[in-house]
């Protein structure tokens, strides 16, 4: 296993059973078995590290697609609300605000 992990070999290291909690190189020295739970260690720390991030990568695709369909128009809103508001997609305050510009632009046009 000590040579796998020289040559940085972690799957071949994984078979031989780095991540094993029990195993333990009985005729090693101390500074072989402390690099072997090192080894260990790291190894455990970058598999955990690796599915924290896939979940949070699962988690922001969860996310935004919640949020495009939120954004959505529902499939009977879409034709009524393009014909009579063509500023569907400026905020409530500002399509009011529009929406008032625009009848007294035409009630000044009907003078």
Do not use: V, W
Not at 23 to 34: K, V, W
């Amino acid at each position: 296993m000590q040579a796998a992990l020289r040559r940085d070999d972690f799957d071949a290291a994984i078979e031989l059973g780095l991540l094993d909690a029990g195993i333990d190189c009985a005729g090693c020295n101390a500074a072989c078995r402390d690099a072997l739970r090192a080894a260990r260690l790291a190894r455990t720390r970058a598999l955990a590290a690796r599915e924290r991030f896939r979940a949070r990568e699962a988690r922001l695709a969860r996310r935004q697609r919640e949020r495009r369909e939120r954004r959505r128009p529902a499939a009977g809103d879409a034709g009524e609300r393009a014909a009579t508001t063509p500023t569907a997609a400026l905020p409530p305050a500002a399509a009011a605000a529009l929406a008032r510009a625009l009848a007294r632009a035409g009630r000044r046009g009907q003078r």
